[in-house]
């Protein structure tokens, strides 16, 4: 693996270990444009929960809650979870400092091992419109 990797906000290329680029494969690219550009706005967001976590979806979304519901990660945002416990997808309103957080909590209890993380992708929660 190249020892240089791509720096997100410049385009240049500098040395070793770089979190933005791993947080990024996690957050969708639209939504990590609008943390970028609206900081302290609450952003609806879905996140996606790794079916391949030990004990399947209902212990990713426990571990999903859990790291909403940490004091220190405690804003105004208000974590909207779906009423279907068998469903994929956990529902919020949240901050981008609270997004960033939460994803790179997870990726350190985490450490090397993908099966591991709860968070599997966390996307903007796109409003719905109907096409006319």
């Known amino acids: 693996m190249d020892e240089n990797v791509r720096d997100p906000d410049g385009g240049n290329r500098r040395a070793g270990f770089v979190p ?5 494969s996690v957050i969708a690219f639209p939504l990590m444009e609008r943390l970028k550009n ?10 996606d929960l790794n079916l391949n976590y030990p004990g399947g979806r209902e212990k990713a979304r426990a571990r999903v809650v859990e790291l909403l519901d940490e004091p220190e990660e405690k804003s105004s ?3 909207k979870v779906s009423s279907d416990s068998g469903s994929q997808y956990v529902f919020a309103e949240l901050d981008a400092e609270t997004i960033k957080t939460i994803v790179r ?3 350190e209890a985490a450490g090397d ?4 993380r709860a968070i599997y992708h966390v996307w903007p929660d796109f409003e719905i ?4």
């Open 77 to 79: 945002s208000v974590p």
């Open 20 to 24: 933005d680029v791993l947080d990024s």
């Open 105 to 107: 909590l997870d990726r």
């Open 38 to 47: 609206e900081p302290d706005r609450l952003h609806h967001v879905v996140i």
């Open 113 to 116: 091992s993908p099966t591991e």
């Open 129 to 132: 419109r109907a096409l006319s």
